[in-house]
């Protein structure tokens, strides 16, 4: 379990600390484009939840592909600059909405 620990903590994943003081078995990343990107340690894997979906991987190559096809590559500076401007006025609409 401690590989893909020190694996997600190279891929600049941050770990979630329990509240009863144990190991963090969560870790999470925030992409501009995705959003969050949340990686749960199993006994032999690694469970990741990006974009409403989720998979299970217990090899390191199937991994590192997965997160590098979720990561937009830097190409076009005004997409990225758009995408965040619709993800703010979307979360301005949101908090607004009574509950």
Known sequence: ?????????KR???A????DGREPNCYVRHDIKVGGIYAFLQHRGVRIVAD???????????LDLYLD???????????????????????KLLRQIPI
Do not use: C, Q
């Not at 379990?1 to 903590?9: E, P, V």
């Not at 409403?52 to 199937?62: A, G, M, R, S, Y």
């Open 1 to 9: 379990m401690s590989m893909y620990r020190k694996y997600l903590l």
């Open 12 to 14: 600049n994943f941050w």
């Open 16 to 19: 979630v600390p329990r509240k």
């Open 52 to 62: 409403n979906k989720e998979k299970t991987f217990n090899n390191f190559n199937d």
């Open 69 to 91: 096809r979720l990561v937009i590559f830097k190409g076009n500076d005004n997409s990225d600059f758009l995408t965040i401007l619709n993800r703010r006025s979307t979360t």
